[in-house]
């Protein structure tokens, strides 16, 4: 996980050259004219061993909401907030005009970390605008030119104590994940506590009711909702003991089709999103019952699989449906058909806006969790897949039989399996579920992601293709017989 780094300031003062610069790229259009960036743009930084995420803003300019440049200072502004650094140029030709220190304050308040840099720093006439520079209130300036390259060693320093602060955080909020398992390990899932509470993500397309169902659950109106789809822009995290268990509860950016995502800064907030589910134990995947399992949210609960993550599907705004129980049929047998990875994972139905079904959605994420969290001894394992073999041999591809001897549980979170064959690649898939879709129905580890890997056993016989330099005892008689 990198930090994420906004640059900004007015417009013409360099911030599309600097961008290109440490993304190694001509990727921002460049030109004399103020303005040419109207959106923002996002690329992979790098100066020396540092890596980042850069993003390049349209100049901030004193203009009313309904203008063109009042809607692209509002952008600028969110991605102002969005960015965990911000580095605020200005011009030093041109000194600190009204408009700077107009800015200044503004980010201020909208983002702790501000770097200050003077750009078009070279030559001795820069030397003034250095000096009152220190009046924005934002520290030492760093002299720099992003045409020429000067000033990066010193936005290096500046950036690193956040780097290092960055990946502390983030080390800190990472969940506990393919935990090695041994045979001495015990079968409890770890216990949530204040310290390491479990860490939930609420994910799901726009306006489906994510803040009103954290809202819901915390017992006030902490978080911006309204009828509007989109509301939300970035990745917000509460802490709540609910049913007496400590959890930490991301509310997402709404995430929509590509197709759909029209403003960068949306683009954002989707890939904010996805940082949310990386970050988490439990998804809740939360849909509208009116558009339910639309493409956009198949590919979310598809995500949280491939991330390894528990999946609990919830379906909201259920106080609308008069028709309870037909829906209710056709929901279970519309996810048992487009979602065949997550066979078994909790279906719940509740009203974000009345809280009915709040209990049940926790039950099912405790549930979920203790699955994610499933033990099973070598023994048991190795006893099911005898009863396995027996049931259903592996195919015997290009007349190669292949043997299967041994299992056993490598991991947990989620729960991981090795088994020794022969012949591991030719293996079809088919029988790889065939082995997975019985381990949770005998062991009872519905939805969870199981993962199944397959490792070569090697050949039992330490004689075979072993070449002796001595003659053996045979061909000694021969030879002696001969003679």
């Not at 599309?16 to 109207?38: E, I």
């Not at 489906?208 to 509007?228: D, M, Q």
């Not at 995502?261 to 509208?288: I, P, Y």
């Not at 279906?347 to 979920?368: E, F, P, Y």
Request: hydrophobic share 40%.
């Amino acid at each position: 996980m990198t930090f994420t780094l906004a640059i900004v300031g007015r417009p013409n003062v360099g911030k599309s050259t600097l961008f290109n610069r440490l993304v190694g790229k001509k990727l921002a259009l460049v030109d004399d004219q103020p303005g040419v960036t109207r959106d923002l743009r996002e690329g992979e930084g790098r100066i020396a061993d540092l890596r980042f995420t850069v993003i390049d803003s349209a100049g901030l300019e004193e203009a009313t909401d309904d203008s063109l440049q009042g809607r692209m200072r509002r952008l600028t502004e969110r991605a102002v907030e969005m960015a965990d650094v911000c580095l605020f140029m200005i011009d030093a030709r041109a000194g600190v005009l009204p408009a700077d220190e107009v800015f200044a304050d503004i980010l201020r308040k909208k983002n702790a970390n501000v770097i200050l840099a003077a750009n078009k720093g070279e030559g001795k006439a820069a030397d003034a605008t250095i000096l009152e520079a220190y009046a924005l209130g934002l520290g030492e300036p760093i002299r720099m030119s992003a045409e020429h390259g000067e000033g990066m060693g010193e936005l290096m320093d500046a950036l690193r104590p956040i780097a290092e602060a960055h990946e502390e955080k983030a080390a800190a909020d990472a969940p506990e994940i393919d935990v090695d398992v041994g045979e001495d390990d015990e079968d409890a899932p770890r216990i949530p506590t204040r310290a390491k509470p479990l860490q939930i993500a609420v994910v799901g397309r726009p306006n489906a009711g994510k803040s009103t169902l954290i809202n819901k659950i915390i017992g006030e109106e902490r978080l911006l909702t309204g009828p509007e789809a989109g509301i939300t822009r970035d990745a917000i995290s509460v802490l709540q003991d609910w049913g007496g268990v400590p959890m930490r509860i991301f509310d997402t950016a709404g995430m929509r089709k590509k197709a759909k995502v029209q403003e960068k800064l949306e683009k954002l907030s989707v890939s904010d999103g996805l940082r949310a589910v990386k970050f988490a134990e439990v998804v809740v995947v939360l849909l509208d019952v009116e558009i339910p399992f639309e493409q956009q949210d198949l590919r979310i609960a598809d995500l949280a699989e491939r991330e390894g993550r528990a999946v609990v599907v919830a379906i909201n705004k259920w106080d609308v449906e008069d028709e309870k129980q037909t829906k209710l049929k056709e929901l279970r047998e519309s996810f048992e058909r487009l979602l065949p990875q997550l066979r078994g994972a909790p279906l719940v139905t509740v009203s974000a806006k009345t809280g009915k079904g709040l209990d049940r959605l926790q039950q099912a994420i405790m549930r979920a969790h203790e699955v994610w969290n499933r033990r099973i001894s070598t023994a048991q394992l190795n006893r099911w897949l005898t009863g396995m073999l027996e049931q259903h041999p592996p195919p015997a591809p290009g007349g190669k039989r292949i043997k299967m001897r041994y299992m056993t549980q490598v991991k947990t979170r989620p729960p991981a399996f090795v088994v020794m064959t022969s012949h591991p690649d030719l293996m079809p898939e088919s029988y790889k579920r065939y082995l997975v879709n019985g381990l949770r129905v005998d062991f009872d580890m519905p939805g969870t992601p199981i993962r199944l890997y397959l490792r070569d056993q090697g050949d039992k016989n330490p004689y075979k293709d072993k070449k002796s330099s001595q003659p053996s005892r045979l061909s000694k008689h021969l030879k002696k017989g001969s003679s």
